[in-house]
């Protein structure tokens, strides 16, 4: 047997002689709760070691067969805390890009990333996005389609005036989720830089995820943001799966270090922790950046229901799906092409979300409460959980204007997201 899938078994078996003293002293319900209760033997066979378990591999398993899989690998891997954090892979080999304003990238590493940042001449004018990948785009269409929206997204976000859009399908189911079109009447101006921090290349297997060391990731982002010859509160972080709480330790390691917040930090599908110390707690919270908001789409998968943000929004509730995601790595990318659609100029509304604990209340009372916007123009005094509805196929947004995209095409000449 595997070593990995050796250490399960153990943990497995410990657990549940764990579980009987919780149930009860007595001899009869100390004995009522067997091994064999929580998995028979060829279950435990069955059972794959986690670097056997590659982001590739559940991208071509069916939504339910790679949700029960997830469900069962974290399950066990709480058992007793057998999993160490001691992967961290070297800033050497962390590939970063920086955009530049004509779609062009400037390719380094993280060790090098604020010297190389400093030397463009108009890194950090005005707002700075830091985009931190949690998954491989080079082993996932999933994931590389949905990397190559944001980037696109931002890319037009960056370079062209926001104005209103002009098309609108009014079709029945979607006219009724639309609000008043004077809410576009003000077009804005943005501008900013962009940064990927392609940590997800370094992510391809269930292993380096749930051995990765966030805290120690975060912090070495974090000393590299400090260097930035920018202001520091116009910094926002976008951080997807596992990396999300990378992000969050980032947040904590650079108030450390200098006494103040980031600006923002976005979740996208933030990852349960496989692996914790139960004496520290560490990943993504809220207090972690001045505002922390989160895109939860495959809850009960890849992802977490677990409130980490101040406000954390759940399209189609908590689940381990959202509509039109066959697998559990598309759901869970589907945060990163929501938000995305959100950056793209005239759709920062296309999300309207009320506050609700479920999506059975929410449907219930439809309509009722706040409206509040989930995506890149989400009020930054939002606290709760928020409900919303989204749409099988693109555009995602239930008021979303029914016009096609333009792909920046400098930015794919150059893109490491080209592929599809």
């Given at each position: 047997m595997n070593p990995l899938k050796a250490l399960f078994v153990v943990a497995l078996l410990a657990g549940a002689v764990c579980g009987n003293r919780h149930q009860s002293s007595s001899p009869s319900s100390s004995s009522s709760m067997k091994p064999s209760q929580?998995?028979?033997h060829s279950q435990l066979q069955k059972i794959p070691a986690l670097d056997e378990v590659s982001i590739k591999k559940l991208e071509n398993m069916p939504l339910e067969e790679g949700a029960k899989l997830l469900k069962t690998v974290y399950h066990v891997s709480q058992i007793n805390s057998p999993l160490p954090k001691n992967y961290s892979p070297k800033p050497s080999s962390v590939p970063v890009y920086i955009v530049k304003s004509n779609?062009?990238?400037?390719?380094?590493?993280?060790?090098?990333f604020a010297q190389t940042a400093n030397q463009e001449s108009n890194f950090g004018k005005q707002e700075v996005t830091i985009f931190i990948t949690g998954l491989p785009s080079s082993s996932s269409e999933s994931v590389e389609k949905a990397n190559r929206e944001l980037v696109e997204a931002y890319?037009?976000?960056?370079?062209?005036?926001?104005?209103?859009?002009?098309?609108?399908?009014?079709?029945?189911?979607?006219?009724?989720?639309?609000?008043?079109?004077?809410?576009?009447?003000?077009?804005?101006?943005?501008?900013?830089?962009l940064v990927i921090i392609d940590l997800g290349e370094k992510l391809h297997n269930l292993k380096e995820h749930a051995m990765l060391d966030v805290s120690e990731v975060g912090a070495k982002i974090a000393r590299e943001i400090t260097k930035l010859d920018?202001?520091?509160?116009?910094?926002?972080?976008?951080a997807q799966s596992t990396a999300a709480h990378v992000a969050g330790e980032c947040g904590?390691?650079?108030?450390?270090?200098?006494g103040n917040k980031l600006n923002r930090i976005t979740a996208l599908d933030p990852a349960k922790l496989a692996s914790q110390d139960p004496e520290t707690l560490n990943g993504l919270a809220r207090g972690d950046a001045i505002f922390v908001d989160a895109i939860h789409t495959s809850a009960h998968a890849m992802g977490t229901p677990n409130r980490v943000a101040n406000a954390d929004f759940y399209p189609n509730g908590p689940s381990e799906s959202v509509p039109g995601a066959n697998n559990v790595v598309e759901a869970c990318m589907r945060?990163?092409?929501?938000?995305?659609?959100?950056?793209?100029?005239?759709?920062?509304r296309n999300f309207p979300a009320v506050e609700s604990n479920s999506f059975e209340s929410y449907k219930s009372k439809k309509g009722y409460g706040k409206r509040v916007y989930m995506g890149i123009d989400c009020d930054e005094d939002l606290e709760g959980d928020y409900i919303l509805e989204v749409d099988?196929?693109?555009?995602?947004?239930?008021r979303?204007?029914?016009?096609?995209?333009?792909s920046s095409e400098s930015w794919k000449i150059s893109s490491p997201y080209s592929r599809v």
């Open positions: 929580w998995l028979s779609g062009q990238k400037e390719s380094t590493t993280l060790d090098k890319m037009e976000r960056y370079n062209v005036q926001r104005q209103k859009p002009r098309s609108y399908d009014y079709s029945s189911e979607k006219n009724s989720e639309r609000d008043s079109s004077s809410e576009w009447e003000t077009p804005k101006q943005a501008s900013g830089s920018c202001r520091k509160d116009i910094i926002h972080i976008v904590k390691e650079f108030k450390r270090l200098t945060a990163t092409r929501y938000f995305a659609e959100s950056v793209r100029p005239g759709n920062e099988s196929s693109k555009p995602f947004g239930k979303a204007p029914a016009h096609n995209f333009k």
